[in-house]
T-cell receptor, first 110, second 115 residues
Framework: GQNIDQPTEMTATEGAIVQINCTYQ??????LFWYQQHAGEAPTFLSY????GLEEKGRFSSFLSRSKGYSYLLLKELQMKDSASYLC???????????FGAGTRLFVKA | EPEVTQTPSHQVTQMGQEVILRCVPI?????FYWYRQILGQKVEFLVS????????KSEIFDDQFSVERPDGSNFTLKIRSTKLEDSAMYFC?????????????FGSGTQLSVL
């Protein structure tokens, strides 16, 4: 079976750092994605990890531990516009479909 | 920047009616997908399409659903006899290849309401 777990909601303050965790159990693993989805809009790509370790891209970093089935997305210097849902998604073996978690709604307050 | 376009943005239909949702993927992309998102729930995979045939489908994609690429640019999802539970946002997506790190480009979605 396939299962992707992430917290439902998080709240953080503008300028702060927030870490959004994701654990997964999938039949096969060919990479983990993070997408951002603003309310009423389409998901947009943030990051991809397939090897263990940290990938940094500006204010956003993503970490993967394949042995633990664990990833996190780190957002630094939070801005109000970062208020959105963050979707953890996994590509299994076979390679055609990407399976999404339910998403974490992040609220950034002033 | 090239984008995936979907029409219509909103579709209201009566239960039992057929609907066709339309998508124009990014022009050099080869792989096409439909996902749906019921309000407040997760994005769910429906189907992937490559080289004019379905490459993978989920258990949601039953006989009432079909996909087609009628010409060189459009990609459509047909729901033959809509049910109340088909009400959702339907996203079309495309990717250049199906390599593991290939990100999905999503359209802005069609909000389908079945009454």
């Amino acid at each position: 079976g396939q299962n992707i777990d992430q917290p439902t909601e998080m709240t953080a303050t503008e300028g702060a750092i927030v870490q959004i965790n994701c654990t997964y159990q999938t039949s096969g693993f060919n990479g983990l994605f993070w997408y951002q989805q603003h309310a009423g809009e389409a998901p947009t790509f943030l990051s991809y990890n397939v090897l263990d370790g940290l990938e940094e891209k500006g204010r956003f970093s993503s970490f993967l531990s394949r042995s633990k089935g664990y990833s996190y997305l780190l957002l630094k210097e939070l801005q109000m516009k970062d208020s959105a849902s963050y979707l953890c998604a996994v590509k299994g073996t076979g390679g055609f479909k990407t399976i999404f978690g339910a998403g974490t709604r992040l609220f950034v307050k002033a | 920047e090239p984008e995936v376009t979907q029409t219509p943005s909103h579709q209201v239909t009566q239960m039992g009616q057929e609907v066709i949702l339309r998508c124009v993927p990014i022009s050099n992309h080869l792989y096409f997908y439909w996902y749906r998102q019921i309000l407040g729930q997760k994005v769910e995979f429906l189907v992937s399409f490559y080289n004019n045939e379905i490459s993978e489908k989920s258990e949601i994609f039953d006989d009432q659903f079909s996909v087609e690429r009628p010409d060189g640019s459009n990609f459509t999802l047909k729901i033959r006899s809509t049910k109340l539970e088909d009400s959702a946002m339907y996203f079309c997506a495309s990717s250049v290849w199906r390599t593991n790190n290939e990100k999905l480009f999503f359209g802005s979605g069609t909000q389908l309401s079945v009454l």
